[in-house]
Each structure stands twice: as C-alpha cells, then as structure tokens.
C-alpha cells in the first residue's frame, strides 16, 4: 500500500511539543527516511537534537534555522522576514518531493503574527506529495489546522520547574 502521508499537529501549553516532533524525525530517519526540519522563531544557537542529528544523520536529515531568537530581544521586522524566509524554504522543500516527513516547529506563531495565512498555510499542505508527512508544533494551533491534520496532540502543563525557578537546562531545554 502506498504511504499515506499525514498531517500531525504537537500543540498546547505543556512542554514536549518540540521534543516529539524531533522524537518522531529520529524515528523516521531510523528507517531509513528523508526528513528535512525547519525551526521558526528559534534562534541560532546549537541545539542538542541538531547536534545530535548532525552527528548521526548528516545526509539524511536537514535542518534549517529560520529564527532570529527571543521576539522581544528583536525588533519584530526583523523577525518576521527570518519567519517569511522560512515559510518560502518551508514551500520549496514540501512540493520537492524529495522528502519522506517535514517537521515545520512552531509554525502556528505564524498565522498569529500575521505573517502567513491559515489559508495560505493549508493550500501548501493540500499540494504535497501524498508520501509525504508532515509535523507541526506550536501552542495555540488555529482551528482550520486542526480540522485538517490526521493526528493532533495537545500537550497540557501539569508542573514545570519554570514556576520553581529553575531556568533552563542543558540537554533539557536545549
Ligand atoms: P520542548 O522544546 O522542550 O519540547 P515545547 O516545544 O513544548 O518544549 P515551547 O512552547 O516551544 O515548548 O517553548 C519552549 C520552551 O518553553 C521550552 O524550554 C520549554 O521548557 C518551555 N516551556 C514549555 N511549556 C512551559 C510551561 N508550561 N511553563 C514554562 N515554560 C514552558
Ligand atoms: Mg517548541
């Protein structure tokens, strides 16, 4: 049967978004798929996972930066034309056909930033090759994403060591 590529939406309030999209791109890459990741938003700074994808799956998984950081260290032009960038290589690389799964993390601020359209967002995904599945993180995933995807999880804050005052961790945050 041919692969049914899906839509998969990590969203909420709670922490683990980001880390299970990055969870399931390591499952992907383990058998033997072409997986490209986008970050919006993010700054430039060396993550774990890309060091960790960079070391074991060089050709296999891309990742590409499309961030400049913390918004309110930035001004917000700035901003939105590294988020803007991001969204035409996140155009490319889905009608590419030259990928097995795309992870587009935190892409939901784009449509509240009013940077992209939800739209504009679901005309993209409804051209993309059928093999090819697609991850989404962000908090506050609109209503037309969700109708759309396959599979949606929301991530609901039980405690984070954020509200004992512990900042963030290496290997944990980053
Ligand atoms: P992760 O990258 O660890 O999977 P995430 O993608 O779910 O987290 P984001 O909304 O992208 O979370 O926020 C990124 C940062 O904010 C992370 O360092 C995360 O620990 C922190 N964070 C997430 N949820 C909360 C929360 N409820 N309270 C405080 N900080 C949070
Ligand atoms: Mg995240």
Not at 17 to 35: D, E, H, I, Y
Not at 57 to 72: C, D, N, R, S, Y
Not at 95 to 118: K, Q
């Amino acid at each position: 049967m041919a692969t049914q590529g899906l839509v998969i939406i990590n969203t909420g309030h709670g922490k683990g978004k980001t880390t299970a999209a990055f969870g399931q791109a390591l499952r992907a890459a383990g058998q033997g798929m072409k997986v490209c990741i986008i970050q919006f938003i993010k700054g430039q700074g060396k993550t774990g996972e890309a060091l960790a994808f960079a070391a074991a799956f060089p050709e296999q998984v891309e990742l590409h930066l499309a961030g400049t950081g913390f918004t309110w260290q930035q001004d917000m032009e700035t901003v939105k034309a590294a988020a803007l960038a991001g969204w035409q290589l996140a155009g490319e690389k889905i009608l590419s056909d030259a990928y097995d799964l795309i992870v587009l993390d935190e892409l939901t601020y784009l449509i509240g930033f009013g940077i992209v359209s939800e739209e504009e967002i679901l005309d993209l995904f409804r051209q993309r090759p059928q093999r090819l599945h697609l991850v989404i993180t962000g908090r506050d995933a609109s209503s037309g994403l969700i109708e759309y995807a396959d599979l949606v999880t929301e991530m609901h804050a039980l405690k984070h060591p954020y509200q004992k005052g512990i900042k963030a961790q290496k290997g944990i945050e980053f």
